[in-house]
């Protein structure tokens, strides 16, 4: 079942992507609050490469209902469906390994992706081993 998600979207390069996570959770956080919704779940964020270099980037939370358009946060969802998910353990660079791995683990069991990858994070950027889970929806082949 999909879950309603407030989001900023944009568009950030690598170096940038933590001061864009930053500025899009805060103004999320605010919206919800002005509107009277909860967050329900961690932080996540959607990036799509681009052939033009860095990533479009929607970030934002889990919420107890759809949001109103409030100046750059809008509403969206996270999928439901079937997904592959694991653990990423480490610094937020090294985490595409867990990408591969799962797309690894999609086509070795005769699956193919159903859509874009997540990332939801579980602990704030200073940890020293922060905990990041990935997220892959997949289908039948």
């Given at each position: 079942m999909a879950q309603p998600t407030a989001v900023v979207r944009g568009h950030a390069d690598v170096p940038d992507i933590g001061d864009f996570l930053g500025r899009a959770y805060?103004?999320?956080?605010?919206?919800?609050?002005?509107?009277?919704?909860?967050?329900?779940?961690?932080?996540?964020?959607?990036?799509?490469?681009?052939d033009k270099g860095g990533f479009d980037i929607e970030a934002g939370f889990p919420v107890s209902g759809p949001i109103l358009p409030s100046g750059d946060v809008e509403p969206s969802e996270l999928p439901g469906g079937t997904c592959a998910k694991t653990l990423h353990v480490g610094a937020y660079d090294q985490v595409s390994a867990a990408h591969e791995a799962?797309?690894?683990?999609?086509?070795?069991?005769?699956?193919?992706?159903?859509?874009?990858?997540?990332?939801?994070?579980?602990?704030?950027?200073?940890?020293?081993?922060?905990?990041t889970l990935v997220f892959l929806p997949y289908k039948a082949a």
């Open positions: 805060g103004r999320v956080m605010a919206a919800a609050g002005e509107q009277g919704l909860d967050i329900t779940g961690a932080p996540f964020g959607y990036y799509r490469f681009t799962l797309g690894k683990w999609v086509t070795d069991n005769g699956q193919v992706p159903s859509g874009d990858p997540w990332e939801c994070y579980l602990d704030g950027p200073d940890v020293p081993e922060p905990r």
